[in-house]
């Protein structure tokens, strides 16, 4: 049976001064370390996880956590998947802001839907700030039109499931065949991102969904990739509370664990196929294709992009390798 663990970042330091952070590369806190060994301990408990294989963002907080993390739990030799698509949400102009500051510029309607809303983004950099970012070495090698300004959620979504269905899947296909488990680090919009795609949540359902730092999500998958059960490592009700303290960074709390009408996702069960959602692709040959969403994704989009949303559907340009010269792999001997 496959076995999938999503795993948001220790706290940072632009979390512990409540900031928005988005691509911005900031260290974790001494806390947020300390909530990465927790992390480990955690995976190292649960007995029946035998962690195979690690995918991680481009950013040092979920690069550290992970590291941190294996080395408690004793796999610090696995091998490591680095991609940018697994990147926390790019929130634009807001990065480095305080989060109540801006509340109080703005206003708190103004600042949940920047920060909650599934299609909205916020402002964008400016061009100088976006100059800068296109000359990290990072994603040097990325065209210009796939890196972001600014994003909603439906972005992240649009650039996330892509790098899922062409490496996570196979990855869960493969280890889950010999009862490996997959261990991605990212970041809170990242896993919202997946988890809005893996769980079949609604577009509004999503924005009430908080993804607490340093706990262990684990789902148990079948031979499909269907959701058979899913829940926090540890004690649900400090996953819980650490869940409902992000919604209040802002001063703008949000009702956690609302789940698409479910019962709370930390306690998540489903069976059956995925309703015929049909998904708008351009692919390397610039033509727009039109398909139905498989029961389980294909490994077969390395030369796609998926697109949802007006900011990704305005360039043919983006229909580039999924997978290049920016991702990095580092594979230990078997």
Known sequence: MPQLVLLRHGESQWNAENRFTGWHDVVLTPAGEDEARAAGRLLAGAGDLDLRVVHTSLLQRAIRTAELALVEAG????????????????????????????????????VKQWRRSYAVSPPPLDADRRAEAAADPRYRDLHPDLIPGTECLADVVARTVPYWDDAIV??????????????VVAHGNSIRALRKHIDHIGDEAITGLEIPTGIPYLYQLDGSLRVVAAD?????????????????????????????GLRSPSRYRASGPRSPVRTRIISSTGRTQTLPSPIFPVPALSMMAAVTSPTWASSTTISRRIF????????APR
């Open 324 to 331: 290049g010269t920016n991702s990095t792999s580092y594979s």
């Open 75 to 110: 796999r610090s030799w696995l091998p490591v998947r680095r991609h940018w698509r697994l990147n926390e949400r790019h929130y634009g102009a807001l990065q480095g802001r305080d989060k109540r500051e801006t509340a109080a510029s703005f206003g708190d309607a103004q």
């Open 232 to 260: 926090y490592l540890g004690d649900a009700e400090a996953a819980r509370l650490a869940a409902e303290a992000v919604s209040r960074q802002a001063g703008c709390a949000f009702p956690a664990w609302r789940c698409d």
């Open 170 to 183: 196979p990855d869960l296909l493969a280890e889950g065949a010999r009862g490996g488990t997959v261990l």
